[in-house]
């Protein structure tokens, strides 16, 4: 008797595993080409900006301490990426092969930026473990068993990079500034853009977990629309890690206007990250809350 009620459990069990959603080819297809793309690109650019035949003078090396940032967070994205699709790629335990897809990725993405900058061996191995270790730290982000909210907060996190990378282009490209003081330029952008980027990246989270029906609770919601923002906080925290070392290591003194460009560049960045954190949180709550349909509720028995 306790055989046969067993057994349908056990049943039921393993169709209820083999049902459970994943994340479609295509998304995680879209996410590893522009993981690639993204790591190369701010890599060489890196290069052409700050890279010198000679080795690095302390004007390049306060260049490339105020630039450090952009390939720190594209590398974090990029291991969680790594961590979220070699699962898929491999057979073996998820986690195992989460942690080895986040080391090959700060790997090579370690030994392409230190064999760049291997003028100034010293600097070249700061910025090689740096993003190493950014790579290992945003594989953490691929941890998470189920993975279909992951790879909807990496897509969150994809239009995050899409609105720094416009943003750079446009001041870039920009001949005229909208602020005419540089604090009014940074009080405007820092309370703004943080905002509606987050906003825009719990919508995007909220969306790809509506159409996977994926069956995501309220705390999968939340998560999904948090990555963005805990994505840009935890880059935050490592370039302030590699910006003192990289400084250490390569000036022997730190200019006072450098180091307040510095202090203010970071308060925006933490400012912005956390903004972007609870704003796309919030966001992917409360489109939870009122625009999911609503599920019947079962009929009582009599």
Not at 11 to 23: D, G, K, L, V, Y
Not at 270 to 287: E, K, P
Request: aromatic share 8%; charged share 10%; glycine share 10%.
């Amino acid at each position: 008797m306790t055989n046969t009620q067993e057994q349908p459990a056990a049943t039921a069990e393993s169709a209820t595993a083999a049902a459970e959603p994943r994340p479609g080819r295509v998304a995680l297809w879209v996410l590893g080409a522009a993981a690639v793309a993204s790591l190369a690109g701010v890599v060489y650019s890196l290069y052409r900006l700050t890279g010198m035949a000679d080795g690095l003078d302390d004007t390049g090396v306060m260049l490339l301490a105020n630039s450090l940032f952009s390939p720190i967070i594209v590398t974090v994205f990029a291991g969680a990426v790594a961590g979220t699709v070699a699962p898929r790629l491999l057979p073996g335990p998820q986690k195992a092969l989460a942690v080895l897809g986040a080391l090959v990725t700060g790997l090579v993405t370690g030994t392409v930026a230190y064999l760049g900058f291997g003028v100034d061996a010293d600097i070249a191995l700061v910025l090689g473990l740096v993003l190493l270790a950014s790579a290992l730290v945003g594989g953490l982000f691929a941890l998470p068993k189920r993975s279909v909210p992951v790879v909807a907060g990496l897509s969150a996190v994809l239009l995050l990079l899409a609105f720094m990378f416009g943003r750079g282009f446009y001041e870039a490209a920009s001949s005229v500034s909208l602020f005419s003081d540089p604090l009014d330029e940074y009080g405007a952008l820092g309370t703004a853009i943080p905002f509606i980027a987050g906003i825009a990246c719990g919508v995007c989270a909220f969306l790809y977990l509506r159409q996977k029906k994926a069956g995501v609770k309220l705390l999968g919601h939340l998560l999904a629309g948090a990555v963005p923002g805990a994505v840009w906080l935890t880059a935050t925290i490592l370039a302030q890690i590699g910006v003192e070392v990289l400084l250490n290591v390569g000036l022997n003194e730190v200019a006072p206007l450098d180091q307040a460009f510095l202090a203010l560049s970071f308060q925006w960045q933490y400012n912005g990250s956390m903004t972007a954190l609870f704003a796309g949180a919030l966001c992917a709550v409360f489109a939870y809350g009122f625009l999911l349909p609503k599920t019947p509720k079962a009929a009582k028995s009599s």
